[in-house]
């Protein structure tokens, strides 16, 4: 069996987090005045519910490290993208070559959509003549940019909707991309 950490140390842990005691109840369907007997030591929990409340807690604080990692701490800076004039096979090759599955369509710092291998897939089992059609013809949404300054935790919400994020700096350039494997290699604590 593991040992947790003393109810004061769990009591620190939430309080250094930020979280109120109502706040933790309602994420842990706990009442708030079970937490508060909890932490002043009136009550003698079941290890069950201080094995929930600490491993919440760990949960929160390690979630919060990693947000405090920004776009350009994990992007990608060589962006692998297509002109809208390009044609598919262009793309296929390009995906092939640098074994990515998207790409963003862009030509002269303008994003104008997006191409996905899904999508090729779909389109040439249909009709593999399209080989030979500009990317523009089956182009996708805009990845979304973000600046560079943007927290782990937002970008991982934005992924959850899109396949890629562009990064830009100050002055608006293009400087990166980042897709769930970047999100991957974010080292562990």
Not at 144 to 172: G, R, T
């Amino acid at each position: 069996m593991e040992t947790l950490p003393s109810l004061d140390k769990i009591k620190d842990l939430r309080k250094k987090l930020g979280i109120t005691q109502k706040d933790l109840g309602r994420k842990l369907e706990i009442p708030q005045s079970t937490i508060s007997r909890i932490e002043n030591g009136s009550i003698d929990p079941p290890y069950s519910k201080i094995k929930r409340i600490y491993e919440y807690l760990e949960y929160e604080r390690k979630i919060r490290e990693k947000s405090k990692k920004h776009a350009e701490d994990i992007m990608t800076r060589n962006i692998i993208s297509i002109k809208p004039s390009s044609t598919i096979r262009e793309a296929v090759d390009l995906m092939n070559k640098h074994e990515i599955s998207q790409l963003p369509i862009l030509e002269n710092q303008q994003n104008l959509g997006s191409l996905t291998s899904k999508k090729i897939q779909k389109y040439l089992t249909d009709n593999p003549e399209l080989l030979n059609v500009e990317v523009s013809l089956i182009k996708e949404l805009l990845f979304p940019e973000i600046d560079k300054k943007w927290n782990i935790k937002d970008i991982s919400n934005l992924l959850v909707k899109y396949p890629a994020v562009l990064v830009k700096d100050i002055n608006h350039k293009f400087i990166g991309i980042i897709t769930d494997s970047d999100l991957l290699k974010i080292p562990k604590k």
